[in-house]
């Protein structure tokens, strides 16, 4: 079935560092791609998201370009502030008839001053 | 414009107790779901409704039930509650195409003692 893998964490960085998250997804056809992120204590909300091969999704100075050639959609920020620090979910989201949204485990994002 | 709304936002709760959350919408979507979350397993899909009148089993639907009578409700009824349940509980919605942002609740915070 569909799966989204992302990279483990923790991950820990000084304000102004470079970010990348990796996520590679496996799925039939042509799913659309997603970055959520969720805030401490609260629900998920959409990041930023791209719905066909090569689509840059970018917000908030974050980007990630979906690479069907890898079945990658990395997370990358320039310069990373504190308050970004947060859970990163890559999803993917079938076009199979269910319209399930599949997550991957989520990675912690500590930026410290 | 509420959005999504989740009810209770936590729950202390005895083994063996039939509970159910609530959830609402007022956005008129098609699609709802019900995630739980669990520290190093992420996002977890247990039930999903494509429309009013029809579920779906997600990746953990085993203790759970839902129903999806009209648009706006969704409900996720734990019959006989174990400490295994123990997490949080995320309802989502989405208009219904595969490409579209998927809305999330404040969780349901459940202890099952």
């Known amino acids: 079935g569909d799966s989204v893998t992302q990279m483990e964490g923790p991950v820990t960085l000084s304000e102004e560092a470079f970010l990348t998250i990796n996520c590679t997804y496996t799925a039939t056809g042509y799913p659309s791609l997603f970055w959520y992120v969720q805030y401490p204590g609260e629900g998920l909300q959409l990041l930023l998201k791209a719905t066909k091969a090569d689509d840059k999704g970018s917000n908030k100075g974050f980007e990630a370009t979906y690479r069907k050639e890898t079945t990658s959609f990395h997370l990358e920020k320039g310069s990373v502030q504190v308050s970004d620090s947060a859970v990163y979910f890559c999803?993917?989201?079938?076009?199979?008839?269910?319209?399930?949204?599949?997550f991957g485990k989520g990675t912690k994002l500590t930026v410290n001053p | 414009i509420a959005g999504i709304t989740q009810a209770p936002t936590s729950q202390i709760l005895a083994a063996g107790r039939r509970m159910t959350l609530r959830c609402t919408q007022d956005?008129?979507?098609?699609?709802m779901y019900w995630y739980r979350q669990d520290l190093g397993l992420g996002l977890r899909l247990i039930h999903y409704s494509n429309t009013a009148g029809t579920t779906g089993k997600g990746e953990v639907p085993d203790g759970y039930s839902v129903s999806r009578a009209n648009t706006d409700d969704f409900p996720l009824t734990l019959a006989s509650a174990v400490p295994s349940q123990t997490s949080v509980y995320f309802c989502?919605?989405?208009?219904?195409?595969?490409?579209?942002?998927?809305?999330f609740g404040q969780g349901t915070r459940l202890t099952v003692v």
């Open positions: 999803a993917l989201s079938d076009q199979g008839g269910s319209e399930k949204l599949v």
């Open positions: 956005m008129r979507h098609n699609a």
């Open positions: 989502a919605s989405r208009k219904d195409s595969s490409n579209t942002e998927a809305f």
